[in-house]
């Protein structure tokens, strides 16, 4: 599957979860996290060192906490905190990842291409595509 399927097949699907999104605004996490919600997605965001969005949702300090199992997980961290979420991660559980621009080197992409995540990466920003693109028809 190339990057463009990948990215629709992910868009499909409802629920994600971003990794690294903060209550402020002007964080690149928090407008993804808004622009997910302002596109119908079911989103949640992990970050132990917050408790609440600014829009006063919840804040989960890990995947496993989430109340229910994302479709996909959003990273937007730095690529160190990635390639930790990606030890502890399960590909049969969490099989689709986006990596936003800066949350990745060549070794995480490398890495969780071969514990068998499907992966968008290569610059591939979701909030622009939703906005380019708007989300796409089941």
């Known amino acids: 599957m190339d990057n463009n399927q990948k990215i629709e097949t992910m868009l499909k699907k409802k629920v994600w979860a971003v990794v690294g999104a903060t209550p402020n605004p002007e964080k690149v996490a928090t407008k993804i996290y808004h622009t997910f919600k302002e596109y119908g997605y079911e989103i949640y965001v992990v970050n132990p060192k917050y408790d609440k969005m600014d829009d006063g949702s919840k804040i989960y300090p890990?995947?496993?906490?989430?109340?229910?199992v994302p479709d996909c997980v959003d990273f937007v961290v730095p690529p160190v905190v990635t390639m930790s979420n990606l030890?502890?991660?399960d590909p049969e559980v969490y099989p689709y990842i986006w990596l936003q621009p800066g949350t990745y080197d060549d070794d995480v992409v490398k890495y969780a291409e071969e514990k068998g995540f499907q992966v968008v990466?290569?610059?591939?920003?979701?909030m622009a595509y939703l906005h380019i693109h708007g989300r796409p028809e089941e």
């Open 62 to 68: 890990s995947l496993k906490d989430l109340p229910k």
């Open 121 to 126: 990466h290569e610059g591939a920003c979701v």
């Open 87 to 89: 030890n502890e991660m």
